[in-house]
C-alpha cells in the first residue's frame, strides 16, 4: 500500500489547478483498467490519484466547426453505441467492438487508452487515420498535439506531467469503405498482436480517390503508411494492386521493427490482414 | 470497540481515508477505505459481501463482475472510492423477497452451474446485458459474456440458460437499486483491514448485523 | 438413450446449486475467521541450487510478522508425493525450481508478510539448470534428484514389431510435441484454517482429495490422525492440479506452531509459478497397416517433462504407453513413455494424464495412414475400433462395454454431412474449412493399482438417511450422482439423502477425485453401502408385512407389496425396530476396481476394469492470410456406459471441449515467461464452437446402473479433431501443439494458400 489521497475535481478548471501545483506527483484516473492494476503490482509512485472520470467537460462526443470532438473521458462503450462516431469516424467504432470485453468497455477511456502509449492500444489506427488531434490542457494553457507525435514510444507518451488530454478532434468523413481489424490469440479479452485501420472512397470509376490507413501493435508506436497510401490513390483495387500494397506494407513495417523473431510471423501476418481488410474493395471498378 | 491493537501496526494509523457513500444493493452504505482499495475489496472486505470473486485481479477474468449504475465492470479494476454517488448491485443484491431472480431460475433450470465460482460474475453480466436490451440476439449474448471465463461448463449451457430468459418482458426483471425497494439483508462485517464502515447510520459494532468479530 | 430408472437417468436439478446462483458457497477466501495471519511462502530465486543459508533475522523483527518457518521448524517429515514422496514443504538442501518455497511468513496484514518477504536472504550455490528432458537424461547431466533424473519409464511389449513392420504395407512415423498446459481454474488455490476447542488442527482446503491432504499433513507434522481434520471447503475448480498439496501443508505447520486462525490465498500469479502443469510431450510414433488399412504394429517412444518434483508423473508416463496405440486393436506393440525431472515447475496431474497428449499421435498417424492408403479417416478406424472381445495392448480382453464403434456410428451422419456440404461451400475466398475426427478410449481409475474408494450410509430412527462420502466435488456434480445413486436404490427423491460429504472427521476416504474414477468407484461404494441398508430394511418388512422379498418395492420412505402397494411400511417403523432389536443402520460401503498390476516390462496386465471410449468431429474455418482459426462445430459421442445424469454428463463433454479447443489452438504455458491471465489464454464464449454432444450407452455391467466415466474422455478427443480438420483444410499437417497462429499460418504458407 502506498497511502495515497484521492482528489475528485468537479470542473475542468479545478483539475488543471491541482495538476498545475501537484502534477509530478499526480497520477490521472479516468477508468481505472490500467492505473488499478499498476497500483496492484505496486509500481505507481504517485502521491495522488486525480479522478476525472465524471468531469462532462471530458465526456462530450460533438460536430464542432474543427471537427468530431470524442471527449477522452468518453468511454469505449459510449464510442460503440454513438450514432456521430458510426457516421463519421466508422473505424473507431469498430474498433470498441472488440476491445478487451464489455466488462472493461463500460469503463475504458479512449484518453486512458491513448495515454498509456501501449503498442496495442486499440483505439490509435482510427484515431491516426482521421488524422486525429490530442487537445491537451495544462497550466501554460491548451495545445493540440498530432498521434503521431503524442505516442513517443512503447509505453512512453509525450504527455508530461501536469497535461491532461481533454478530448481528441478527429478529420470526420462519412467514408464509403472504413474498417477496422485485429489478429489475437482469441476472440476476446485478448491483447491485439495486429491491428490495422482503414477508409477509401472510390469515385466514379470505381478507382481509389481518397485512402487513409493506419497500422497499429505490431510496431512500437502506431504508424499511418502514407508510402502504402499513395501506392494505392488512384488505382483501381484489383486483388494484384492490394497485394502490391500488401507486400510494401510489410517492408515498411520490417524497416521500423527490424528482423525480430516474431517477424517470421508478422511478415507474412500483416500482408494477410491487409488483404482480408481491403478485400472488399475489390470489385469496386467492375459494380 | 475501537481499534485493535493486532491492526496496521507496519504503518502510521492516520492512513489516507476517504468517505464514500453509495447504494449497495438499494441500502445506503457509507465506508471509510484507503485509496488504493479496490472496488471489490470494498464490498468483500469492508463490507463483506464475498459473492464477487477474485479469479486474476487485473480484468481478465471477469469473476469480480459487479453492477455499476446499470453497467457490468470489473470491481477489480474499478479504484474502490469511484464507488462513491453510485448504485451497485451485487450477486447478493439479485435475488428478491418473494424467491430467486428469473435468469437464477433459469441458471439452475439449464444446469448452467459447476464449480460455482464463475457464477456471480456471469449472472451479473446477464443482468446487465438484460437491463441494456431485454432481447439480445446470440451474438450480443455472446459478447455481454465473453469477458467472464468458465473452464469448467464451456459456456454452453449458460447459453441456454440466458436464451430461456430472453426476451424478457417483465419490468420487476430489473433491479433499479432504489433504495425504496428492500432486498434481502446480507450479513455486513468489518473484516481484516482497518477500514470501518457504517451502514444505515449505525456504527461498526453497534449492533448492527452478525459476524462483527471484535 | 431409454432409461427405465426413476432417479438415475434423469437430469435432477444439482445439490448445492441454488447457492452458487446465490454465490453463497464459502470458498476459502471467503470463510470466516478471526484476525486470521496472512500466510506467504517464500520461493526460490533460482531455478537450481543448494540452498546455504536462509537469515529470516531481519524479516521476524518486521512488526505484524508473527513468524517466518523454514524446513527446521517442520516437525515430521518433510517430503510430501501423492505417488513417491520427493517434494519437501519447505525446501532443505536445495532448491529445484523457482516455484520451490523455501521460507513460510506468517503475518498480520499482506503488507507486512510482503515485507518480511522482501527482508529474507537467502544464499544460494548454482547448479547446472537443465530445462530439456533430453539434456537432464544425458549423461553426466548434473542430479536434479540423488536417484537420477528419470523418474520412470513405462514399457509395453506385445508380440514382434519389427517383423510385423518389415510386412506392412504402408507405415507413418512422425513426431508430436505438446506444450505445458495451465489448469486455470477459476479459483486460485486457497486454504484456511483454525485450531479446535479440542486442540484439532482444522483445515478447509480448495482440494480434490481431502482424505489425501489429511494423511499428507499427518504425516508432515508427525501428528496422529485424529489430531488433524480436512474439511473440503467450496472448490472453484481442480483439473488435477488441487490433487497436490498447494496450501495444506502451510496451513497445517502454522496452526501447528502458532495455533491461531490462518489463510494461504494463492494470487493468480502466484498460482501460476507455483501449481502443477500438465506435462508437455515429444512422442515418436511409427504405425504399420495392412493394404486393407488394418492396424498390424505400432512402436512409440514418448518423454515427457515432469518439471521438479514428481507428482502424478508416474502415473502420465504408464498412461500415456497404455494408451498409446489409441482405442485400437493392434497386435504387436512396443511402447515406451518417460517422465523425467528438469527444473521447471513440476508436473502433475492435469485432465488426462498424457491420454491428451498422446492422442494427438495416434489421431494423427490414423489420418496419416487413411491417406497414404486412400480410405476415409472414418472408416480406417471402424475397421480397427476396439470392441467386445478385442485384446488390448496390455493383453486384456475387453469383454463389455466397449463402444467405441457405436460412438463412429453416431458421428458417422454429421461427418458425410459436413464432407459433402459443409467443407464445400466457402464463407469468403481466404477462408478454407475442414473436417477432422477425433477417437479416444480412456481407462476408469488409477492405471493398475489398487484405488478403493468407500462410503456410509446412515439411516435415523425417523427414517432419515443421511450419506456419508470423503468424495470432493469440484464441480463436476458427483455428490448429487452419489445421491441419485443411493436415492434409486431406496426409492427416495435425492433431495431426501442427506449428503456429508469431504469432512475427514466424519468421511472416509473415496480416493481422488481424479482419473474420471468417482462415478464409477464411489458410485459402486455407494451403491454398496445403500445394497445393504436395503437389504436390513427388507428382512425386517418381510417380518412385518409377512410378503417374500423379491416382491417388495422401496418408493417414498416406504416398503410396499409390489403386487398389493397398500400393503406398506414405512421406514421410520422398519428403523427403529431395527435399532431397538440391535440391529444396524449404519452400513459401509467399498469398491476397489478389478485390476492386476502392469508388468515391469512387458505392461502386461489388467490396467483398468472399464474404458469410456469416444469419437469427436470438429469443423473448422481456417483464415489462410492470418492463421487463425475458428471452431465452428463439434460433434462429440461419448460411450459412457450410463449416464446418471445426462445434463451432467453434457457438462461435462462441452467443460472437456472448451479445454480441447484451449489446447489445440491458444494455450502455451512457458515457465519463466507465463506469468498471469495477461498473457495465457483459456477460451472465451466466443471461441467455443456449437457442441452437439450425444451420449452413447454402452452399459458397462460392473458399473453403478451401467456407468463408467466422462470427465477426462471429454477433452481427450477434442484437439486431435481439430488439429485433422486443420490438416484437412490446408492440406498441410500441423504436428506440435497450440496450432498457433504462426504454426497455422506457415502451414497455410507452405500448402500454397497464403499467396493465391
Redesign the interface.
Known amino acids: 500500500?502506498?497511502?495515497?489521497?484521492?482528489y475528485?475535481p468537479e470542473t475542468l478548471e479545478q483539475a488543471l489547478d491541482f495538476l498545475d501545483a501537484h502534477g509530478a506527483r499526480t497520477e490521472i484516473?479516468a477508468?481505472?483498467?490500467d492505473?488499478?492494476?499498476d497500483?496492484?503490482s505496486g509500481v505507481l509512485h504517485k502521491e495522488t490519484?486525480l479522478?476525472v472520470?465524471r468531469l462532462a467537460a471530458l465526456k462530450k462526443i460533438e460536430m464542432t466547426d474543427a471537427g468530431l470532438c470524442v471527449g477522452s473521458g468518453v468511454t469505449l462503450?459510449e464510442i460503440n453505441t454513438s450514432p456521430l462516431i458510426k457516421k463519421y469516424a466508422p473505424a473507431l467504432g469498430k474498433c470498441s467492438?472488440t476491445f478487451?470485453?464489455?466488462?472493461?468497455r463500460?469503463?475504458a477511456t479512449i484518453g486512458g487508452n491513448v495515454a498509456h502509449a501501449s503498442p496495442c492500444g486499440d483505439t490509435i489506427p482510427p484515431l491516426v487515420i482521421h488524422e486525429a488531434r490530442a487537445v491537451v490542457a495544462n497550466q501554460n494553457g491548451v495545445k493540440e498535439i498530432s498521434m503521431d507525435a503524442i505516442a513517443a514510444g512503447a509505453y512512453q507518451s509525450a504527455l508530461a506531467a501536469g497535461d491532461i488530454i481533454v478530448k481528441f478532434i478527429l478529420k470526420p468523413r462519412e467514408a464509403g469503405f472504413a474498417d477496422f481489424q485485429k489478429?489475437a490469440?482469441?476472440?476476446?479479452?485478448?491483447?491485439s498482436?495486429m491491428t490495422m485501420a482503414v477508409m477509401a472512397d472510390k469515385d466514379e470509376a470505381g478507382k481509389i480517390c481518397f485512402v487513409r490507413f493506419s497500422l497499429g501493435a505490431c510496431t512500437p508506436t502506431p504508424h499511418r503508411m502514407d508510402a502504402v497510401e499513395s501506392f494505392l490513390m488512384g488505382q483501381n483495387p484489383t486483388h494484384e494492386l492490394l497485394?502490391g500494397a500488401g507486400t510494401l506494407l510489410a517492408e515498411k513495417m520490417v524497416e521500423i521493427t527490424g528482423r525480430r523473431s516474431s517477424i517470421?510471423?508478422k511478415e507474412?501476418?500483416v500482408?494477410?490482414?491487409f488483404?482480408?481488410m481491403m478485400?472488399p474493395m475489390v470489385g469496386w471498378c467492375e459494380k | 470497540m475501537g481499534q485493535s491493537v493486532n491492526r496496521r501496526v507496519t504503518k502510521k494509523m492516520d492512513q489516507k481515508k476517504v468517505d464514500i457513500q453509495f447504494t449497495l444493493n438499494a441500502q445506503k452504505t457509507s465506508v471509510r477505505i484507503p485509496v488504493e482499495m479496490t472496488a471489490l475489496q470494498v464490498i468483500r472486505d469492508v463490507v463483506g459481501f464475498k459473492g464477487s470473486k477474485e479469479g486474476c485481479g487485473i480484468g481478465e477474468c471477469g469473476a469480480c463482475t459487479i453492477e455499476v449504475d446499470g453497467k457490468a465492470i470489473n470491481s477489480c479494476l474499478m479504484c474502490g472510492v469511484q464507488l462513491d454517488g453510485r448504485e451497485v448491485l451485487t450477486i447478493e443484491g439479485l435475488e428478491r423477497e418473494e424467491g430467486l431472480h428469473p435468469i437464477q431460475e433459469t441458471f439452475l433450470e439449464h444446469h448452467a452451474v459447476q464449480c460455482g465460482f464463475c457464477t456471480p460474475g456471469i449472472l451479473m453480466s446477464t443482468h446487465a446485458l438484460l437491463k441494456e436490451n431485454p432481447a439480445p440476439d446470440d451474438e450480443e449474448i455472446r459478447d455481454a459474456v465473453s469477458g467472464n471465463l468458465c473452464r469448467c461448463t464451456g459456456y454452453q449451457q449458460i447459453f441456454s440458460s440466458i436464451k430461456a430468459a430472453t426476451p424478457v418482458k417483465d419490468d420487476s426483471f430489473f433491479h433499479t437499486g432504489d433504495a425504496e425497494n428492500t432486498l434481502k439483508k446480507s450479513q455486513v462485517f468489518a473484516d481484516e483491514t482497518s477500514s470501518s464502515m457504517v451502514l444505515n447510520g449505525t456504527k461498526k459494532g453497534e449492533n448492527n448485523g452478525e459476524g462483527c468479530h471484535d | 438413450m431409454k432409461n427405465e430408472y426413476k432417479i438415475v437417468g434423469k437430469s435432477i436439478r444439482r445439490k448445492g446449486a441454488l447457492e452458487k446462483v446465490k454465490g453463497a458457497p464459502v470458498f476459502c477466501a471467503d470463510l470466516k475467521l478471526d484476525h486470521p495471519l496472512c500466510l506467504r511462502a517464500v520461493r526460490s530465486q533460482r531455478h537450481h541450487a543448494l540452498l546455504k543459508n536462509i537469515d529470516v533475522s531481519k524479516a521476524v523483527k518486521i512488526p505484524g510478522v508473527v513468524a517466518v518457518f523454514t524446513a527446521a521448524d517442520i516437525p515430521g517429515i518433510n517430503l510430501m508425493g501423492i505417488i513417491n514422496k520427493d517434494q519437501p514443504l519447505l525446501a532443505m538442501d536445495k532448491v529445484r525450481s523457482m516455484a520451490d518455497p523455501v521460507a513460510l511468513v506468517a503475518a498480520q496484514t499482506p503488507e507486512a508478510a510482503a515485507l518480511a518477504m522482501s527482508a529474507i536472504t537467502v544464499t544460494y550455490e548454482d547448479l547446472p539448470m537443465i530445462f530439456d528432458p533430453e539434456e537432464a537424461l544425458a549423461p553426466g547431466a548434473a542430479l536434479i534428484h540423488k536417484k537420477g533424473n528419470l523418474l520412470c519409464k513405462r514399457t509395453i511389449q506385445k508380440g514382434d514389431v519389427d517383423k510385423a513392420f518389415k510386412k506392412a504395407h504402408v507405415i507413418i512415423e512422425k513426431t508430436y510435441r505438446t506444450s505445458a498446459i495451465e489448469h486455470t481454474y477459476l479459483e486460485p488455490d486457497a486454504g484456511a484454517g483454525y485450531v479446535d476447542d479440542d486442540g484439532t488442527l482444522v483445515i478447509h482446503a480448495s482440494t480434490q482429495n481431502p482424505h489425501y491432504d489429511h494423511k499428507e499433513v499427518v504425516s508432515l507434522l508427525g501428528v496422529t490422525d485424529e489430531k488433524v481434520r480436512i474439511i473440503q471447503a467450496a472448490t472453484g475448480g481442480g483439473f488435477g492440479s488441487k490433487l497436490d498439496l498447494n496450501v495444506q501443508g502451510f496451513i497445517g505447520l502454522a496452526l501447528y506452531h502458532l495455533k491461531r486462525p490462518v489463510r494461504c490465498v494463492f494470487s493468480r500469479e502466484e498460482s501460476y509459478l507455483a501449481s502443477s502443469k500438465r506435462h508437455p510431450f515429444v512422442i515418436h510414433m511409427k504405425t504399420g497397416a495392412d493394404a486393407q488399412g488394418r492396424l498390424v504394429a505400432i512402436k512409440m517412444r514418448a518423454v515427457c517433462n515432469t518439471g521438479a518434483y514428481g507428482s502424478y508423473g508416474i502415473a502420465v508416463a504408464s498412461r500415456a504407453a497404455v494408451h498409446g496405440t489409441g482405442p485400437y486393436e493392434i497386435e504387436h506393440v512396443d511402447m515406451a513413455c518417460s517422465a523425467v525431472y528438469t527444473n521447471t515447475t513440476f508436473c502433475g496431474a492435469m485432465r488426462g494424464f498424457g491420454a491428451p497428449q498422446i492422442a494427438l499421435a495416434h489421431e494423427s498417424q490414423m489420418d496419416l495412414l487413411a491417406q497414404a492408403l486412400g480410405i476415409d479417416p472414418l472408416s480406417i478406424r471402424l475397421i480397427n475400433g476396439l470392441k467386445k472381445g478385442s485384446i488390448t495392448a496390455t493383453g486384456q480382453t475387453l469383454t463389455e462395454s466397449a463402444g467405441f464403434n457405436a460412438c463412429l456410428e453416431a458421428v458417422n451422419p454429421y461427418y458425410k454431412d459436413a464432407l459433402e456440404t459443409w467443407v464445400l461451400s466457402e464463407p469468403s475466398p481466404f477462408i478454407k474449412r475442414g473436417v477432422g475426427l477425433g477417437g479416444m478410449w480412456y481407462g476408469i481409475g488409477n492405471t493398475g493399482v489398487q484405488n478403493p474408494s468407500t462410503a456410509k450410509i446412515e439411516m435415523d430412527r425417523t427414517g432419515r438417511v443421511t450419506l456419508f462420502t470423503g468424495c470432493a466435488d469440484i464441480g463436476q456434480g458427483s455428490t448429487t450422482i452419489l445421491s441419485q445413486i443411493a436415492g434409486e436404490i431406496l426409492g427416495l427423491s435425492p433431495d431426501d439423502v442427506e449428503m456429508v460429504v469431504g469432512d475427514t472427521k466424519y468421511t472416509t476416504s473415496a480416493g481422488a477425485t481424479s482419473a474420471s474414477r468417482q462415478t464409477y468407484i464411489s458410485g459402486n461404494a455407494v451403491k454398496d453401502a445403500t445394497d445393504k441398508l436395503v437389504n436390513v430394511l427388507l428382512t425386517q418388512a418381510v417380518n412385518r408385512l409377512k410378503v417374500k422379498k423379491s416382491y417388495l418395492k422401496l418408493s417414498n420412505g416406504t416398503v410396499y407389496d409390489g403386487r398389493n402397494p397398500d400393503k406398506k411400511v414405512t421406514f421410520s417403523w422398519l428403523a427403529q425396530r431395527i435399532l431397538d432389536r440391535g440391529g444396524a443402520l449404519s452400513w459401509q460401503g467399498y469398491f476397489d476396481p478389478e485390476t492386476v498390476p502392469l508388468d515391469l516390462e512387458t505392461g502386461e496386465g489388467v490396467p483398468y476394469a472399464t474404458y469410456a471410449f469416444a469419437c469427436q468431429m470438429a469443423c473448422v474455418e481456417v483464415d489462410t492470410l492470418t492463421g487463425e482459426v475458428l471452431v465452428k462445430k463439434i460433434v462429440a459421442a461419448h460411450d459412457v456406459g450410463k449416464a446418471i445424469h445426462p445434463e451432467n454428463v453434457i457438462g461435462q463433454i462441452c467443460g472437456g471441449i472448451a479445454m480441447g479447443v484451449g489446447f489445440a489452438l491458444m494455450e502455451d504455458f512457458v515457465p519463466g515467461k507465463t506469468e498471469s491471465m495477461k498473457d495465457y489464454h483459456i477460451p472465451t464464449f466466443k471461441d467455443m464452437p456449437e457442441v452437439i454432444p450425444i451420449i452413447v450407452e454402452d452399459t458397462e455391467p460392473s458399473g453403478p446402473f451401467g456407468a463408467k466415466g466422462v470427465g477426462e474422455p471429454a477433452l481427450i478427443p477434442t484437439a486431435p479433431a481439430i488439429v485433422n480438420a486443420i490438416s484437412h483444410a490446408l492440406g498441410e499437417r500441423i504436428y506440435q501443439l497450440p496450432a498457433s497462429l504462426e504454426r497455422v499460418l506457415e502451414a497455410s504458407i507452405t500448402a500454397g494458400h497464403f499467396n493465391k
Do not use: F, H
Open positions: 500500500m502506498t497511502e495515497m489521497k484521492y475528485r484516473l477508468g481505472g483498467t492505473v488499478m492494476v497500483v496492484r490519484l479522478d472520470s462503450s467492438e478487451a470485453s464489455r466488462q472493461i463500460n469503463i489478429i490469440r482469441r476472440r476476446a479479452l485478448a491483447i498482436r497485394r517470421i510471423y507474412p501476418a500482408q494477410g490482414l488483404m482480408r478485400y
